[in-house]
Antibody, heavy 119, light 111 residues
Framework: EVQLVQSGAEVKQSGDSLRISCKAS????????IGWVRQMPGKALEWMGI????????RDSPSLLGQVTMSVDKSTNTAYLQWSSLKASDTAVYYC????????????WGQGTLVTVSS | QSALTQPASVSGSPGQSITISCTGT?????????VSWYQQYPGKAPRLMLF???KRPSGISDRFSGSKSGNTASLTISGLQAEDEANYFC???????????FGGGTKVTVL
């Protein structure tokens, strides 16, 4: 069974750094892209980007380019999303999901990580 | 690039059919067949309902169907059931520069 399990909720201050995780199981981690999606409170889903665990290649959404860093650890089948300096506007739920690069869709999702940033 | 346009809400009675539209442009929905739909209950993760405009993943009821005409994709739910009450988001590939766009979401209410 494909599963993506994300790290728990975080409460941070503006300017703090943060890394959240997404641990995959039930499939070959290095052969599927992982996508990250943001959902601000009460708002729609937004693509952030995708990363290919096989070689760590990334594609970022232009609107979020440079604001976050995606990475993976193949030894633990874990993908990461990292901020160097959080802003209050980063407050959102962040989802990871397995990405199919043929039809460009997200088929298995993590449960989401709520990040709350206070100013 | 702007998000895809969906109606804010759609409602129907049990057993009825409803259709949710998702309007983009010739740079996204109008060009690419990589349109997908996601169902999301409040406080829960999204769930893939359709991909490739009209393909259903394993386990998704055939009450859910999809189509596309020009710059607009549509999700139809037939035989509406109480469990279909949720938010639905469309998504389209938009090329290498923009990459992907979600719709603003549609709240489906079962009367």
């Amino acid at each position: 069974e494909v599963q993506l399990v994300q790290s728990g909720a975080e409460v941070k201050q503006s300017g703090d750094s943060l890394r959240i995780s997404c641990k995959a199981s039930g499939y070959s981690f290095t052969t599927y892209w992982i996508g990250w999606v943001r959902q601000m409170p009460g708002k729609a889903l937004e693509w952030m980007g995708i990363i290919y665990p096989g070689d760590s290649a990334t594609r970022d959404s232009p609107s979020l380019l440079g604001q976050v860093t995606m990475s993976v650890d193949k030894s633990t089948n874990t993908a990461y999303l990292q901020w160097s300096s959080l802003k209050a506007s980063d407050t959102a739920v962040y989802y990871c999901a397995r990405y199919d690069s043929g039809y460009e869709y997200l088929d298995h999702w993590g449960q989401g990580t709520l990040v709350t940033v206070s100013s | 690039q702007s998000a895809l346009t969906q109606p804010a809400s759609v409602s129907g009675s049990p057993g009825q059919s409803i259709t949710i539209s998702c309007t983009g442009t010739s740079s996204d929905v109008g060009t690419y067949s990589q349109v997908s739909w996601y169902q999301q209950y409040p406080g829960k993760a999204p769930r893939l309902m359709l991909f490739g405009v009209s393909k259903r993943p394993s386990g998704i009821s055939d009450r859910f169907s999809g189509s596309k005409s020009g710059n607009t994709a549509s999700l139809t739910i037939s035989g509406l059931q109480a469990e279909d009450e949720a938010n639905y988001f469309c998504c389209s590939y938009a090329g290498d520069t923009t990459s992907w766009l979600f719709g603003g979401g549609t709240k489906v209410t079962v009367l």
